[in-house]
């Protein structure tokens, strides 16, 4: 078993600077405007602001709000459906087609210049501990539940 003093150092130094926290500039990037542009980008066809809320796990008024913003950056269309004019259906635009492929290009020549300076050995390491890290956590919370 690990040396109690180490552990509380991991501890302490994970609390200080958990990885999340470096990896969650990426994920926050993508949560709102970026998120809509691949999901409608992935769905090639229209789609309804519930579906893009249940994707995204979020409440239909934050979906909206992110449309809004969409609508005024010309990146969508919006239109009420045929069969229920209740219900919007959303298209992406050439020019939120664009935005969305300019997004992940730059996502692409971040990650890229990452693994330059990290090494992908280094980052293959890193992504395998991690994956490690987290199915161990799961386990413990799941066997702490179940006692």
């Given at each position: 078993?690990?040396?109690?003093?180490?552990?509380?150092?991991?501890?302490?130094?994970?609390?200080?600077?958990?990885?999340?926290?470096?990896?969650?500039?990426?994920?926050?990037?993508?949560?709102?405007?970026?998120?809509?542009?691949?999901?409608?980008?992935d769905a090639e066809r229209p789609v309804s602001a519930g579906e893009?809320?249940?994707?995204?796990r979020v409440s239909t008024a934050r979906v909206s709000v992110l449309?809004?913003?969409?609508?005024?950056?010309?990146?969508?269309?919006?239109?009420?459906?045929?069969?229920?004019?209740?219900?919007?259906?959303?298209?992406?635009?050439?020019?939120?087609?664009?935005?969305?492929?300019?997004?992940?290009?730059?996502?692409?020549?971040?990650?890229?210049?990452?693994?330059?300076?990290?090494?992908?050995?280094?980052?293959?390491?890193?992504?395998?501990?991690?994956?490690?890290?987290?199915?161990?956590?799961?386990?413990?919370?799941?066997?702490?539940?179940?006692?």
């Open positions: 078993m690990a040396d109690r003093e180490y552990v509380l150092s991991v501890m302490q130094r994970l609390h200080t600077k958990p990885p999340d926290d470096v990896l969650r500039k990426f994920s926050d990037d993508n949560a709102g405007i970026g998120c809509v542009l691949k999901y409608l980008y893009i809320s249940r994707f995204m449309l809004k913003k969409l609508r005024e950056k010309d990146f969508i269309t919006c239109e009420n459906s045929i069969e229920d004019a209740r219900r919007l259906i959303i298209l992406l635009s050439e020019k939120g087609r664009a935005e969305h492929l300019a997004r992940q290009e730059r996502m692409i020549e971040t990650f890229s210049r990452i693994i330059d300076k990290i090494g992908a050995e280094r980052m293959e390491e890193f992504i395998l501990i991690s994956n490690e890290i987290k199915k161990t956590v799961s386990e413990e919370i799941k066997n702490s539940f179940m006692e």
